[in-house]
């Protein structure tokens, strides 16, 4: 099976993420395309995503003292429930669907939309604690759940707590919680957007394999991996990747 449109998908879409983990992607998709194979094992080695729970639970902040009701009783004040969401590893549409199928798996912006409006919801949810690890991702979806995230600030407080990493995309995120808590170890950061186009056009005629497209509308093929690429898709791709960072700012 051959990974070139793959490749060519994956690195061609905005990311907002660490550049060596951009490069680590890639890497993997290379050598797939290569014919290597890779257990979950080794592919954690390479991205170095975490094995932790993914999914959100609840824990109480026990409330000291009482109330005195109107028959003298002492009755104990109610708890104060916090909502943790795990935001681990690399966020991107549907990313956490690939935890069953292949190893550490990712951050779902889909799924943790949905556990977020859930918390912010659930009227026994005091506060809503984002716990962060992650290197970035995708900007598909990020935004939406940023504006989410600064709305729902109205209703809870709403923590985002790095542990150790929150880059890029993770940061979109962050920024919009009530306040970020991190360890004095941790890195918060990195604000910014990546793309990359894979030329293919050498490796094609190498193999003596001429390829043609045909298309309907004049940027319909633009940027595909066969042909190198032009100025004018180029700068396509520059306005793309600079209307991502504008709206991350």
């Not at 977020?116 to 759940?145: C, H, W």
């Not at 497209?213 to 190198?228: M, T, V, W």
Request: hydrophobic share 40%; net charge negative; aromatic share 6%.
């Amino acid at each position: 099976m051959s990974y070139q449109r793959v490749i060519s998908a994956a690195l061609s879409m905005p990311w907002a993420i660490l550049p060596e983990k951009l490069t680590a992607i890639a890497s993997v998709l290379v050598r797939r395309e290569s014919g290597e194979r890779y257990t979950s094992e080794q592919i954690e080695a390479v991205i170095g995503e975490r094995k932790e729970s993914r999914e959100p639970y609840i824990v109480a902040e026990m409330a000291s003292g009482g109330i005195i009701a109107a028959n003298g009783q002492a009755v104990p004040k109610p708890r104060k429930l916090i909502a943790v969401l795990p935001v681990y590893g690399i966020i991107g549409p549907k990313a956490s669907e690939f935890s069953d199928v292949s190893g550490p798996g990712g951050c779902g912006i889909d799924k943790l939309t949905s556990q977020f409006r859930q918390a912010l919801a659930n009227p026994d949810v005091k506060t809503i604690l984002m716990d962060f690890n992650s290197p970035g991702g995708s900007v598909y979806g990020v935004d939406e759940l940023a504006a989410e995230i600064l709305a729902g600030r109205n209703q809870k407080k709403i923590v985002a707590q790095v542990n150790p990493m929150c880059a890029s995309a993770a940061y979109y995120l962050a920024s919009q919680c009530t306040e970020i808590a991190i360890m004095p170890s941790g890195e918060v950061g990195s604000i910014g957007v990546r793309m990359m186009h894979t030329d293919f056009s050498q490796a094609l005629a190498q193999a003596g394999v001429k390829v043609t497209h045909i298309s309907s509308g004049k940027y319909k093929a633009e940027g595909n991996q066969e042909e190198p690429l032009s100025e004018e898709a180029q700068a396509h791709l520059q306005q793309r990747c600079h209307e991502a960072y504008d709206q991350f700012v």
